[in-house]
């Protein structure tokens, strides 16, 4: 790392290095707005862009959450759905995927990452129970909560700084993890809560040395340690270019060493695993799997489908094989950090160092004259699809939502817009046209005038939350 800035190490694998490893065989056409049916769609949604029709979107970085492009192996594998109610052979395929490339023992598939995040939460932990995570995720932390646990962010501090470079912002703080133990109780902890890129803090990854340390600490409390693996390919790249000894093994490789150090994982396969629906939980505990496998069927559907189609499982089980190539991670990974770079050129602040999945605008400093409590993020999003049909997502203070305790808005110090970057989807001229979309919005940024909320749900709110402006 001596020497070289965090965005120049994506490149020592060689000239070009991350030019996508596919050619495109079909085109799904995309429609341009003018401002004036954009105003209206804005409207009419509530000024929230979850509320959107996609038919009036341009380019849409919503999410990369089931938006990926399937390959042409997968929608094959599509075609080879054994839709068996039980013992599909697209299970098998999928669990046999699990273990290898993962390394856990036992498999529950589920329709998506949330189902997953309910069996884990609503086995492991007992009302009253605490819930230490790098960080939080939103239905992560919700499906935690319901099921009688506080939850504590014990990432390090440098993760709520923007600005700030530092190559694993991921990572958990072991002191305030420490401190937490020794103030509730390591019976109190049913385990620590660690996802792979947080989503939260920008994509920022945890280091391989963190992990290993956190398996130790863990082990000396007797406290289990699980992953959310949403995202972990992505983190094993990182791994790759920054933390030494790890320049010459494969991603497989890094991924499969990160998720020994963990008890299991759950996984939104919408993401890293290239299928439009799924999700899966893996555990290496026998008890903890026949718990698992037999709530599975109240809520999911019976443990060998876990509410997919065998179809999907099939796809799924081909897209687990073809997201741990490191070429396409490469590939994946720099178009994010193509974008990333062109907006820090042009001087507008997003969050250091580029992640693995999206660019965050940093609403913060982009609208330095609106309060946090006139949604700057929320604004910004809003923004930029008036001026170009581009959909982007607020992660600030609407996305944080409320202190059960209090009833205040949760205040985070992180004021994000989030241009997402769906999987093997658009090209290098669509990241061209939302730059420029954005550098637009912020030549005009003192004309915005904030929002307020007019209506707001009880749960996850940003997601159907509506705004006017102030
Ligand atoms: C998307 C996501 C989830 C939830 O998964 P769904 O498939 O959307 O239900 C959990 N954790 C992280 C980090 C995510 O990004």
Known sequence: MAGESLHTMGQQHGRRSWAEPWKIKMVEPLRVTTRAERNAALSEAGYNTFLLRSDDVYIDLLTDSGTSAMSDRQWAGMMLGDEAYAGSRNFYHLEEAVQRYYGYRHVVPTHQGRGAEHLISQTLIKAGDHVPGNMYFTTTRLHQELAGATFHDVIVDVAHDAAAIHPFKGDIDLDKLGALIDEVGADRIPYVSLAGTVNMAGGQPVSMANVRALRALCDRHGIKLMLDATRMVENALFIQEREAGYADQSIAQILLEFCSYTDGAWMSAKKDNLVNIGGWLAVNDDDVF?????????????HTYGGLAGRDMEALAIGIAEAVQDEHVRSRVGQ?????????????PI????????????????????????????????????????RSMERGIASAG?????GDHHRPKLELTRLTIPRRVYTQAHMDVVAESVKACFDARESARGLRMVYEPKYLRFFQARFEPT
Do not use: K
């Open 290 to 302: 026949e718990e698992l496998r037999n709530l599975v069927v109240v809520y999911e559907g019976l």
């Open 336 to 348: 994010v950090r193509y974008l990333g770079e062109l907006l820090t050129e042009w001087g507008i």
């Open 351 to 390: 969050v250091q160092p580029i992640g693995g999945h999206a660019i965050f605008l940093d609403a913060r400093r982009f609208y330095a004259h609106l309060e946090q409590d006139l949604f700057p993020a929320q604004t910004l999003a809003a923004e930029l699809y008036l001026d170009s049909g581009i």
């Open 402 to 406: 409320r202190d059960p305790g209090t």
